[in-house]
């Protein structure tokens, strides 16, 4: 999480107000790229402290806000660890400094860098609770699309060398044809988007957390566990650990039916490559993005080389099946 709206500690305190909270501190955040995110620490008004988040979009449009609102209070209900929006005066979409905002509990928990079989066991357990549960169905929704975007970021490709242009454009038009049936996905399960609660014993790993659903839609669920597996169970060179590969699938599997972990993942290796592809493409137009932004603080774009590295890889991989 970043900073690029940077807001006074009594403009805070002021949207806290009807809540009966008093802030006390308010910490800028440092992972991730698309959203302004502080952490409040605060106190009730017997005294007790209470622990928010505040998350300032940047890029998303307001008119998509209620439907993730409205996602993220289905999740909850379904018993997925994800912080629902909290109404302030009856809005669960706020209005902060020019630009709309979600205020959520402050889940517990840390991040995990260091990943075990264990952790990734239980992410890929994570996923496969999150593809059973529906999306909202509400008509006036505006949903995201993961082949949108990729079409967007595919006007990037005259850009690339020839051989990345010509391997991603045979991935694009491989992927625009996989068919099977979809569902919801997270789209962004990297290793910053999920808290688990005993971070430092791996054996316990537990998730608390599920964080950042703000790339969710609907599509095949491969990809979404494809996106997992680039993260979660790559060595430093991009190759799979395949201990932790293997785990994260395990655990995927254990909390489906019979044989549909199977049908799910009947496109992985070309999912694998897609998803590659997809962070190695909006990386790039996030550095151009970042020069943008010098009033910017924290971590506001990420290298492209590493998932440049690995759409390689796994284009060669893809191919010689």
Excluded at 122 to 133: E, N, P, T
Aim: hydrophobic letters at 45%.
């Amino acid at each position: 999480m970043s900073v690029f709206t940077h807001l006074h500690h009594d403009t805070i305190a002021a949207l806290l107000a009807p809540l009966n909270l008093t802030l006390i501190e308010a910490i800028a955040a440092t992972h991730g790229i698309e959203n302004s995110n502080y952490l409040l620490r605060c106190q009730a008004p017997n005294g007790d402290p209470v622990g928010r988040v505040l998350t300032v979009f940047e890029q998303r449009p307001a008119s998509a806000l209620p439907w993730f609102a409205r996602l993220l209070a289905q999740l909850e209900q379904h018993g997925l660890p994800v912080a629902a929006p909290i109404a302030v005066d009856g809005e669960v979409v706020l209005d902060i400094e020019g630009k709309k905002a979600f205020l959520v509990p402050w889940l517990s928990g840390e991040h995990v860098f260091d990943v075990s079989q264990q952790h990734c066991r239980a992410v890929g357990a994570l996923l496969g609770r999150l593809h059973q549960c529906p999306l909202p169905t509400n008509s006036d929704a505006h949903r995201n699309s993961e082949r949108q975007l990729l079409a967007t970021l595919a006007t990037q490709l005259p850009d690339l060398p020839a051989a990345e242009m010509h391997a991603a454009e045979k991935v694009l038009r491989a992927w625009e044809q996989a068919d099977g049936t979809r569902c919801l996905v997270h789209a962004d399960l990297f290793r910053d988007n999920v808290l688990f609660e005993k971070a430092d014993a791996a054996t316990r790993a537990a998730p608390s957390g599920l964080l950042d659903l703000y790339n969710a839609c609907e599509d095949l669920p491969a990809y979404d566990v494809a996106v997992a597996l680039n993260d979660w169970a790559v060595n430093a060179d991009g190759s799979f650990s395949r201990p932790r590969h293997d785990a994260l699938l395990e655990g995927y599997a254990s909390v489906l039916p019979a044989d549909a972990a199977e049908r799910h993942l009947a496109t992985l290796p070309l999912a694998l490559t897609i998803a590659a592809l997809r962070f190695y493409l909006s990386r790039r137009i996030s550095q151009q993005h970042a020069l943008l932004q010098p009033q910017a603080t924290g971590t506001v774009s990420k290298d492209p080389a590493p998932f440049q590295r690995m759409f390689l890889l796994r284009y060669q991989d893809w191919i010689e099946r």
